[in-house]
């Protein structure tokens, strides 16, 4: 999003028209899907569980979809616990950070390695161990030692910080549990939007396409925008090592979101079922390679 304001990619799509594009960081997924379904923002990013809720809530009016993902990169999940080797081994003295229980993409992730570890009728068998922290407190309270949380399902840039520390590591990410590479956000918008504006839907869709197709060629450029953006205090060599690892992607092919919709619906989270990830994706990325 950050590439799309910055090179002015819909205002310049808008052929012939002024037009004003407003972009807002919000505190959650929670709040960008208020403001979606109160139309204080038509566009905005969620996750792919945010996706298929969306969804499968508005199947029969506003219509959510995606326009496509905006990157693919693991999530890892870290602890400083040495006994902790796999999620057979957390105990009731642990404590696992991530965004929001239950809701967020590293919760229906550790769900689903329960599924893998404790078979179907034991998805949650974790939660009564996971807290809701933002990254930044989850990383705090991780590094110090001094608090209860032992382990945190973070997200880029955190858990590189966290595993340059000799005494944490990795006991999995989103990318061994799906089996291969899961996008980590989704543009969405309502169906009802996109018919009424037909020419706006259009130019944030192509918006979205020139955007990742910039990171992917200016890559040292993007890092200088993020850093500049978000005055991260991260330096560019670190920035630059994220961007160059192989298991980062940028492209508006979704990945992996079918999986989510499946597993949501067989634990009762969402109640319509998808027989293909372009149910819930607009025709713009029908003809990607998704999943």
């Known amino acids: 999003m950050m590439v799309m304001q910055e090179q002015k990619y819909v205002e310049n799509n808008v052929k012939g028209k002024a037009v004003q594009v407003d972009f807002a960081v919000l505190t959650g997924p929670a709040q960008v899907t208020d403001a979606l379904l109160s139309n204080s923002a038509q566009f905005g990013t969620v996750g792919p569980p945010g996706t298929a809720q969306l969804w499968a ?60 570890e404790y078979g179907p009728e034991n998805f949650s068998k974790l939660d009564r161990l996971t807290v809701s922290m933002t990254h930044p407190d989850a990383m705090i309270a991780l590094l110090s030692g001094q608090s209860q949380i032992t382990a945190h399902f973070g997200s880029p840039p955190f858990q590189y910080q966290e595993l340059d520390k000799p005494e944490m590591h990795k006991v999995l990410d989103n990318f061994s549990i799906l089996g291969g590479p899961v996008s980590s956000s989704f543009f969405t918008t309502s169906t009802r939007y996109a018919e009424k504006n037909p020419e706006a839907f259009a130019a944030v869709a192509k918006a979205l396409e020139q955007s990742t197709a910039w990171i992917n060629a200016h890559r040292q450029e993007a890092a200088a925008l993020y850093i500049a953006k978000t005055r991260t205090k991260e330096s560019m060599e670190s920035v630059m090592r994220q961007l160059n690892d192989p298991q980062f992607s940028f492209g508006i092919n979704p990945q992996k979101l079918l999986p989510f919709v499946d597993f949501m619906h067989s634990v009762g989270t969402i109640k319509v079922k998808a027989n293909s990830w372009k149910e819930l994706a607009f025709a713009n990325v029908h003809d990607q390679a998704g999943s």
């Open 57 to 116: 809530r508005t199947i029969n009016g506003l219509g959510f979809k995606t326009l496509g993902a905006l990157s693919a990169m693991p999530y890892m999940l870290i602890t400083r616990n040495p006994a902790v080797k796999t999620i057979n081994d957390f105990t009731e003295s642990d404590r696992i950070a991530l965004p929001s229980i239950k809701s967020s993409l590293q919760a229906v992730c550790l769900q689903m390695a329960c599924v893998k």
